[in-house]
């Protein structure tokens, strides 16, 4: 007989720290509660070395991280998330790459070093010097290798370089960031196009022992209906490459972009800022691509529109994304698709669009359908496409043996990175399709693992080992649940339309610590002891969020893990008393304390007002080993 009313769960060492949401959520497991909580208590170096451990780009992800983390965050369930991406700015600011001592952020790290590795020397190439490339450099590096990365273009940095707007991230910290990992002994070679200038057979023959693809997706999707061929019609990701690069780019005095994601936005926001200039030769340099790009913009054009086929509710960009563009001037028309590219002698003269009816089918999947009824036709001299990326891979088609996955990407074993060719590993967007910065980076470290692996010929093997510690004085700050999010300064719209300024600015002291104040301290845990409980129902009594039950072992649905460990407790067997005694007999056996996790707010008035000490409010901390076998 099948007791269920309650289902439950066992807690082991993954159910732990998966209650540090914010760090779970993280694909670097980065402990953003451990440098909040640092921030908060004043301790500013432990926050940065806390945020820098697990990242090689912790300084820029301070700026323009997705921030899986404040998706993740449990104060969202009370009302905002912690302003976690904001607070690591603070301390990277102090501590980072960008401060007096950049070379700090290398002691910090916590990627692996391996003085004795058999393979140490053993050349590694690298193709892209995005963050996916140049994350898995940093492991390798550190590791023994001698790593090379090969980059077409005359920058490196990829799409932080090529794609993030400059009003978001300075390129001098862009730099900053990548001449830190180089000097660990990386070769970056520049100009030098995979594919024509050398092939990946001749690298292998010229002794480079495992190859890395991670050149991104630097090519637009392609859009094709009427007029999207005639002059005037660009893609997103080729014009916030000319615009960040230095280099000639036109667009007229209304411009229309098509999409509704954080690209889009980057690049309708990038277009406001942008205005016809005369021809300018190449830049020479990444300083004077900046530059160029900068004196380049004033007070923008006329008008920018944007069209997508999400409602405003819909719209996947981020919401201050959204809020921003608007207060700078874009005009949204959501729920819109396009129709056809009006033209004139074969230029832009307008965007005819019709009415959307629904962007997502039954099944939740994207097949939009559309009203008969047309709707807006807006005037434009240029129509900007940004409804994705995809993989540029001609310099793949000599490799007959490489296998491309469905969407056109490399074909990888996604736990291991590698190829069909065994010496070859892909990672990032090339492989895994567009994703945040985050996850580009815990793919090129994923992949450092791998080829680590592959060199030596063995695998690696972590173990983790928890431990739980009793605070000397658990206290939550006063009135933290009544603090409310505030979000970093921005420059007002007038004022940044006009340059390149950086619209969002830092954190005063004072703001910062009261924003990290906010936190839940997710990694305090309440720890129950059963044999100290009278059952007295205190606790669940005073819990303000109600997240504590006190119920009969006849509540509880009973599956194999705690059946055994009740026949363990009581000695004798739940679901046997039921089928032959009645549930009234389970009653009376024992009785369980449940807890909703979702619910606690660590506040630990359950563990003050516990008059026997069963209840403590302990932290939670593991460490992990590693071995190859």
């Not at 010496?423 to 580009?440: M, R, T, V």
């Not at 420059?491 to 300024?501: F, H, K, V």
Request: hydrophobic share 40%.
């Amino acid at each position: 007989m099948a007791l269920h009313q309650f289902k439950v769960e066992l807690p082991d060492i993954e159910y732990w720290q998966k209650q540090i949401k914010c760090q779970w959520g993280c694909p670097v497991k980065t402990d953003a509660c451990g440098y909040v909580n640092a921030i908060a208590e004043g301790r500013y170096l432990d926050a940065y070395r806390i945020a820098r451990e697990p990242n090689p780009f912790a300084s820029i992800c301070g700026r323009v991280c997705g921030a899986l983390c404040e998706i993740e965050c449990r104060r969202s369930n009370i009302d905002d998330a912690v302003t976690i991406r904001a607070l690591k700015r603070f301390v990277t600011e102090q501590f980072g790459v960008e401060s007096d001592n950049p070379s700090v952020g290398i002691e910090f790290s916590n990627a692996r070093r391996d003085p004795e590795n058999p393979k140490a020397g053993a050349k590694v190439a690298i193709i892209g010097s995005g963050v996916a490339g140049l994350s898995a450099a940093h492991d390798l590096a550190l590791l023994g290798y001698k790593v090379t990365v090969f980059e077409a273009d005359s920058v490196p940095g990829g799409m932080l370089t090529t794609g993030v707007p400059i009003y978001r991230l300075p390129r001098e910290l862009v730099q900053l960031e990548i001449e830190a990992i180089l000097k660990l002994g990386i070769e970056l070679c520049l100009n030098t196009n995979v594919g024509t200038d050398i092939t990946i057979p001749q690298l292998h023959s010229e002794g480079y022992e495992a190859i890395l693809i991670a050149v991104g997706l630097q090519r637009g999707r392609e859009l094709k209906f009427e007029g999207s061929d005639a002059e005037g019609v660009i893609h997103g990701i080729e014009f916030l490459k000319k615009v960040n690069t230095g280099k000639d780019v036109r667009i007229g005095k209304r411009v229309v972009v098509i999409g509704g994601g954080n690209v889009a936005f980057d690049v309708a926001r990038t277009a406001v800022r942008q205005k016809e200039t005369p021809y300018r030769a190449e830049a020479k340099d990444f300083y004077e691509a900046a530059d160029s790009s900068r004196m380049a913009l004033r007070k923008g054009a006329k008008e920018v529109h944007l069209v997508c086929l999400e409602s405003r509710i819909e719209m996947p960009a981020d919401e201050i994304e959204i809020k921003e563009g608007i207060e700078e001037g874009l005009i949204l028309h959501p729920s819109r698709g396009p129709l056809k590219i009006l033209t004139e002698n074969n230029h832009v003269v307008g965007l005819a669009t019709r009415k959307v009816k629904s962007v997502f089918d039954s099944n939740g999947r994207f097949n939009p359908t559309f009203e008969d009824e047309l709707g807006e036709i807006i005037p434009a001299n240029t129509v900007i496409l940004s409804i994705g990326q995809s993989l540029n891979n001609t310099f793949l088609q000599d490799l007959h043996e490489l296998k491309l996955s469905n969407h056109g990407l490399v074909a990888i074993n996604p736990d291991t990175k590698q190829t069909s060719i065994p010496y070859i590993f892909a990672c990032g967007d090339a492989a895994e399709g567009a994703k945040l910065f985050i996850h580009a980076i815990a793919s090129g470290q994923r992949s450092a693992i791998s080829i680590d692996e592959y060199l030596r010929g063995k695998k690696l093997t972590v173990s983790q080992i928890a431990n739980f510690n009793q605070p000397s004085l658990h206290k939550m700050p006063s009135g933290y649940l009544q603090l409310e999010r505030i979000n970093p300064p921005v420059i007002e719209a007038s004022e940044r339309i006009r340059s390149t300024i950086i619209v969002e600015q830092n954190y005063e002291e004072s703001f910062a610590c009261e924003q990290a104040e906010r936190c839940l301290k997710c990694h305090i845990n309440t720890i129950f002891n059963g044999d100290l409980c009278i059952l007295c129902g205190g606790c669940v009594d005073v819990c303000p969020t109600y997240c504590l039950a006190l119920v009969s072992i006849s509540d509880i649905h009973l599956n194999q893990s705690l059946g055994t460990l009740f026949l363990r407790r009581y000695g004798v067997d739940a679901n046997l008393i039921a089928e032959t005694e009645g549930l009234d007999a389970v009653k009376n056996v024992g009785s369980a304390m449940l807890k909703d996790e979702e619910l606690c707010v660590r506040c630990g008035f359950c563990a003050e007002h516990c008059p026997t000490n069963a209840i403590t409010m302990e932290h939670l901390s593991y460490k992990k080993d590693f071995f190859y076998e």
